[in-house]
């Protein structure tokens, strides 16, 4: 199968280490094609700058519809568009928050979720009941370390995501870890083997539950929630945009 | 005081019909001024219409910064970019969906929103999880009329919405109902007389909400979920959405 | 508009405290009466000195009505006797803890109230369940002063409201503070300043919220919830309570 | 023991048939005394009629204490005081709403409460909420009959209890159905026998909770919710409601 | 009445424990009888050992209806095979976990329940929820004492209970305190003795229910949840647990 | 890989139901082997009949231990002996109902769950809370078909399935369908493509997340929930089921 990885920010050395970790788990006859957005911020930390990525987002899932892959990521852990892109997509388009959540929640009682920043904690709780697992949540926990700066000191890093795991796990009863940005790559197995609990990355479990859906035949429910929209006049919006 | 009040789509009828309503419960104090966005579609029935609308809504939202509003509306039930919004603005930005929900919660014990489309209403249900309202929610309901075709018939429209209203107090046990789409404006008169229960303009709410809190001298709380974003690159984002 | 106040409790003192802070936050058009229960506790702090206050109070929203106010407002944080004030009232009763509650749930992510006494705390969260609330709520904490001594020295009792609200934003994440007493009139101000986010004090919620429900036409439903009394025999209860 | 009975209302019909239930479930060595309010509505159906009832109830209480009783019973299914109550009392204060539902609760996985009027099925619900117990509720009905009919016709009253008792078990999932209100004194055998599951009168669950854990030795807690009010001057209120 | 209580564990000591107990509340025309499991681990911390321990508890449950008890009680706190035996006795089967934690939710506001070891914490919060009692849940605490070490010495175990029982009551709000392990027997007096609020017995307080559901003449529900299984081939099951 | 797939029933023709359906979509790379109980009902519509099943399927999770598997799948759709199976496991053991539901409400908004016969619902229900899934649960429905009889008519079977499901979908909200029975392997496709949204078989489903987390070398968590049992002596257990 062939997946499209979307970074849903501009950063291509962020799409790079995405790519790699997608790779390293995915099965051979899985190919991955890993982009960034054409549009948009940077990083995305806020509701605002997930705003200004959604545009890039849907075009890309646009054209995966029209270059036919069987499925798509959004690698950002605020699945920035989600809803909208299921709206538009004949293909499956997954999560790696939806999809990591759920995973922990079958690994464990309860999950933690560790995020970059303090102030993205409150965005990871409303997400966390967008998805529908209040029941499952231990916490969210944030070293304080943006998204741009978690690959540049793997030691400084691992020290922070190892030290919010372990309160998560001593005070909050987390029995699995999400590390809840695309930009953690390449950090689960460091910290795992430091707290002992499974310790989840999220574009990993996106395409391990793509290949799985794919086996099985399944895509996204297109019959209440996901519709197509209708067709209707888009002012200032490019043509590929628009519904048939 | 001055408000803009936003609509996130780009109907011109009805932003007059905005407007208009607006402007006949304001105080006379009180300068409505009200847009419609410069980009995206023509009505805002699903997520994906919602995506694309983001970033025209985010530019007047700056605008009215730069332009010294002294609050702004965003005039569509689903208030599209509310977050986003209220991260990058020092004025208050009020949602219509929010502030009528919220009224109505204090007006009677339990409160349905009738909205357009029945695809709508997991919609209406994710935003009464959204504004933390699910214990004063009694039902969505929908009379199946698309938001611009809600003013070509005064008559079909307002049965309609008579009808599912007389639905939701009588099966759903709804004490307010809320008219849950901009493009109701002018119908909560007649529908109220007509049902015996108040019956609420998401408009009118934001623009009495707005005054109270001005004259409270009160506005958004940005300490925790509301920050102001950090500034960093944006791609092909025009430059007046940088944040500074 | 004219609109009553109903201090629940006995203290003139307060009353006059609710009367200043309603009426320089009142609009110029708005006539504002203050006026002290003639029957239960000095202050009220517990649910059997609620029970005592609601003859009183009752009597009051009574004698409004046949007044022909346009509104009247509870001024107990507890809102004693809301939902039975509302049943025998033809003009809206608003209470001071709903209606800067659900304010807060709007200026807002989560809001913390604090109350006067820890006995108090059960009773808060009583009250934000009451309202529908749970999902925006934050804590209540109590700085450890009783409602008559709010006043005695207001360095204390605003150090004390300080270190409550701080700890309810660091520790708890409350974004808006709502003071939880009546007695707490004239503090909002410096407890905004010394903390950096809104606070909310009820009484003026209440006045705002009945102003812009006045504009707007709108009062309390009665369609189920709040439905008038039967007529039936009243022993040892004054004439004036008897429902017709 | 010596167990004091507390019909709420003023109807001494009603307290008779309370009277007689209560001591037909007794056990031999406890001693039952009824008695109605003397002060208030002739039958409770409302926030209203029981904010009216309120001091002739904790009078009773108050009185309760003073003459040693092992346990005072608040016989009206709203338990109208029964956090004031418990406030002032030495000796246990018990509801007959709080112990029906938790005992039912106890019997099956969901109960319903057949109330007496639709108006009061809200009041059910947030009872329900009150005692904790929305995971146990099925659902509450109303065959429609007052408080003061229900003993005119015990025909009309058994079949209207068994026609509502019926939809709940089969269209809402009760496994145990709550006699939501002391005047159906006397129908749970009947309604029982009729429809094949536990049917709980609340008086008699009140008088065997009471029993129980006067054998256990065990009162209700007074450590936090239910501390004693702090003594404090009472205008126009009797001198025995005084707190010492 | 004579009632069978089943120690789901085969330790005959805590056997005796547990009858001693019984007796101390029972009334005196009650008869109890305790036996130990004759099957399973020796004691129960586990969900692994609650498996292994249900044929031994239903053996005993299905005896105790051929030998016509009026009631079982298993006395273990986490009720094990409580659903399973419901749906093959006729007569009633109470659990102490349940029992007591209902009769907690009705002696106070909020109430903590005290295990044994931290692993059966998540065991505890469970159970709350099986029994839909998260809204009355305070915490649950752990002094870290096995089982069967609960009764080797009198003093650390008190000591034990009585720190945790106190972190409950002031760090997590509990009014009432739930003793989570039968082999917890006889020390709720020198607990509640020493932290002022009410101590529950899980045996004692099903041995008092039972006795009440017996003079009221009520039994479990059995029309939706607790049917009567079908008959059907059992493999390699002794012949007494066919269902006829 | 090689999986085993316990059939915690000991119905040999239902196992090669489940055998073929697993290796119909497991990778082939993944070796299935599948077993019925060696002990307890012939199928499983009951707590009793859990409870019986329990000793059996445990005996398996032990033995696929020794033998070195590398998952172990529960192919019962209430997932009997899930958290005791996996306190002593040191591979991991993923239940179908479980798994299939976390699936479902990852594919849809809500999902629905069609069960054999109606006495199963309230054990759906129990289920959905135990896996915290109750904001994505639409509904459970039976079409009133003995598991051991699901596969005697495919065409009555097919209908039954058919009719709740659209019920589910068109009366509940359903978007996604999860076939609750292991018996009804095989129906997933032709309930698909009458229904028109995804329908999940919990075997498949369970197959899938064990290649998945295989891939990416997960387990199951065991810091907390499911830690390994202390060692004990077991009274008429064989010895393979001691804890070392």
Same mark, same amino acid.
């Given at each position: 199968?062939? *997946?499209?990885? =979307?970074?849903?920010?501009?950063?291509? +050395? !962020?799409?790079?280490? $995405?790519?790699?970790? /997608?790779?390293?788990?995915?099965?051979?006859?899985? &190919?991955?094609?890993?982009?960034?957005?054409?549009?948009?911020?940077?990083? *995305?930390?806020?509701?605002? &700058?997930?705003?200004?990525?959604?545009?890039?987002?849907?075009?890309?899932?646009?054209? /995966?519809?029209? &270059?036919?892959?069987?499925?798509?990521?959004?690698?950002?852990?605020?699945?920035?568009?989600?809803?909208?892109?299921?709206? =538009?997509?004949?293909?499956?388009?997954?999560?790696?928050?939806?999809?990591?959540?759920?995973?922990?929640? !079958? @690994?464990?009682?309860?999950?933690?979720?560790?995020?970059?920043?303090?102030?993205?904690?409150?965005?990871?709780?409303?997400?966390?009941?967008?998805?529908?697992?209040?029941?499952?949540?231990?916490?969210?926990?944030?070293?304080? *370390?943006?998204?741009? +700066? @978690?690959?540049?000191?793997?030691?400084?890093?691992?020290?922070? @995501?190892?030290?919010?795991?372990?309160?998560?796990? +001593?005070?909050?009863?987390?029995?699995? $870890?999400?590390?809840?940005?695309?930009?953690?790559?390449?950090?689960?197995? /460091?910290?795992?083997?430091?707290?002992?609990?499974?310790?989840?990355?999220?574009?990993?479990? /996106?395409?391990?539950?793509?290949?799985? !859906?794919?086996?099985?035949?399944?895509? $996204?429910?297109? =019959?209440?929630?996901?519709?197509?929209?209708?067709?209707?006049?888009?002012?200032? =919006?490019?043509?590929?945009?628009?519904?048939?």
């Amino acid at each position: 199968m062939r *997946i499209l990885i =979307i970074n849903p920010n501009t950063s291509d +050395e !962020m799409t790079k280490g $995405i790519d790699l970790t /997608a790779k390293k788990y995915a099965r051979k006859d899985t &190919e991955i094609i890993s982009v960034s957005n054409r549009k948009g911020p940077a990083s *995305i930390e806020s509701n605002y &700058e997930t705003a200004l990525s959604l545009e890039g987002v849907l075009g890309w899932v646009l054209q /995966a519809n029209r &270059e036919k892959y069987d499925a798509v990521i959004l690698a950002c852990y605020g699945d920035p568009g989600l809803e909208a892109s299921r709206e =538009i997509s004949e293909i499956p388009v997954y999560g790696i928050g939806e999809t990591s959540m759920h995973f922990a929640a !079958m @690994l464990g009682r309860k999950f933690s979720v560790i995020t970059d920043l303090p102030r993205e904690i409150p965005w990871v709780k409303r997400d966390v009941t967008r998805f529908g697992l209040n029941a499952k949540f231990a916490s969210a926990r944030a070293p304080g *370390i943006a998204v741009l +700066e @978690l690959q540049s000191s793997f030691d400084t890093t691992l020290k922070g @995501l190892i030290k919010e795991s372990k309160k998560a796990i +001593e005070e909050d009863g987390a029995e699995v $870890i999400c590390l809840g940005c695309a930009g953690m790559a390449g950090y689960d197995e /460091a910290v795992e083997k430091a707290t002992g609990v499974p310790v989840l990355d999220g574009v990993v479990c /996106a395409v391990k539950f793509a290949e799985a !859906m794919y086996d099985y035949g399944k895509s $996204i429910s297109r =019959i209440f929630a996901y519709q197509k929209p209708e067709p209707k006049p888009l002012l200032n =919006i490019p043509p590929e945009f628009e519904v048939k």
